[in-house]
Nanobody, 120 residues
Framework: QVQLVESGGGLVQPGGSLRLSCAAS????????MNWYRQAPGKERELVAA????????NYAGSVKGRFTISRDNAQKTVYLQMKSLKPEDTAVYYC?????????????WGQGTQVTVSS
């Protein structure tokens, strides 16, 4: 059974930091690119950060570049999102996503999300 379980969300003041974790099970984690998405109330889900299966390349949305860092531990089957200098506009539900394309088939797994609220 495929599972992606996020943790680490919560309430933080502007300028603060949080680290999100996403623990994977039920699939070959090291073969999947991993992504963090977020969705704020009334807005579409957006890609925040991405990391390749080997962890050798990352990509970020412009709004978080320089403040967020995505990383992974393939031995622990976990992907992380370190967030610093948080702003109220970072408030959203954050989702972990695993994705792999094999030929014409795409495998796409999602976690249940964790709430991040940035407020004083």
């Amino acid at each position: 059974q495929v599972q992606l379980v996020e943790s680490g969300g919560g309430l933080v003041q502007p300028g603060g930091s949080l680290r999100l974790s996403c623990a994977a099970s039920g699939f070959t984690f090291s073969s999947y690119a991993m992504n963090w998405y977020r969705q704020a109330p009334g807005k579409e889900r957006e890609l925040v950060a991405a990391i390749t299966s080997a962890g050798d390349s990352t990509n970020y949305a412009g709004s978080v570049k320089g403040r967020f860092t995505i990383s992974r531990d393939n031995a622990q089957k976990t992907v992380y999102l370190q967030m610093k200098s948080l702003k109220p506009e970072d408030t959203a539900v954050y989702y972990c996503n695993g994705k792999r394309v094999v030929g014409l088939r795409e495998y796409d797994f999602w976690g249940q999300g964790t709430q991040v609220t940035v407020s004083s």
